[in-house]
């Protein structure tokens, strides 16, 4: 079993929908909870972290934790054409990084 | 600022012949990662160094992979002997080790041939 899993889609939204990327994870003293935008051809650049339960809001991203489930959500709103990308979970023990499969998102104007 | 800078951006190569990535960190970023990525395969963990720590290398596929880090900062992974399975998008990262962002640079794409 992998220590993160993610769909990897391909995910297709018109413009304006509410768009949510989940991951599930193995190992529950897993510390941080990342997200992680990669556009075509360029590296990963952070979009949110948190370390504990619930929700965590930045604009129109919504980052959700659920340690009893062990399972982590992005939630994209009022999706635009500039949200076009893979998105990449991202969980952390230590100094160890354990990333998803990423998810491929296209958001049709 | 500066971000993290790899190079070169494409590497074609032969099967056999070896070939070195070079990454540049962020200016005082003491941690530094390689990373993997594979076409539906994600981001695969390599090596990490952590300031003059011995380097962890428990991600390296195999003995023909190897990295250094001079001076704590720039990093060269050397991959010899390439095979056609090397074929990947190759990413560096660095951090301050804090809450362990990792800021990322736009990788080498290494094709072998």
């Known amino acids: 079993q992998k220590e993160v899993e993610q769909d990897p889609g391909p995910l297709s939204v018109p413009e304006g929908a509410i768009v949510s990327l989940n991951c599930t994870y193995s190992n529950s003293a897993f510390q941080y909870f990342m997200w992680y935008r990669q556009y075509s051809r360029k590296g990963p650049e952070l979009l949110m972290y948190?370390?504990?339960?619930g929700n965590k809001e930045d604009g129109r991203f919504t980052a959700q934790v659920d340690k009893s489930s062990k399972y982590i959500s992005l939630f994209i709103r009022d999706s635009q054409p500039s949200d076009s990308a893979t998105y990449l979970c991202?969980?952390?023990?230590?100094?160890?990084?354990?990333f998803g499969t990423g998810t491929s998102l296209t958001v049709i104007p | 600022g500066a971000g993290v800078s790899q190079s070169p951006s494409n590497k074609v190569t032969e099967k056999g012949k070896d070939v070195e990535l070079r990454c540049d960190p962020i200016?005082?970023?003491?941690?530094l990662y390689w990373y993997r990525q594979s076409l539906g395969q994600g981001l695969e963990f390599l090596i990490y160094f952590q300031g003059n720590s011995a380097p962890d290398k428990s991600g390296l596929p195999s003995d023909r992979f190897s990295a250094e880090r001079t001076g704590g900062s720039v990093s060269t992974l050397t991959i010899q002997r390439t095979q056609q399975e090397d074929s990947a998008v190759y990413l560096c990262?660095?951090?301050?080790?804090?809450?362990?962002?990792?800021?990322f640079g736009p990788g080498t794409r290494l094709t072998v041939l």
């Open positions: 991202a969980i952390t023990l230590g100094n160890q990084f354990y």
């Open positions: 200016s005082g970023h003491t941690a």
């Open positions: 990262a660095s951090s301050t080790g804090t809450y362990n962002e990792q800021f």
């Open positions: 948190t370390y504990s339960s």
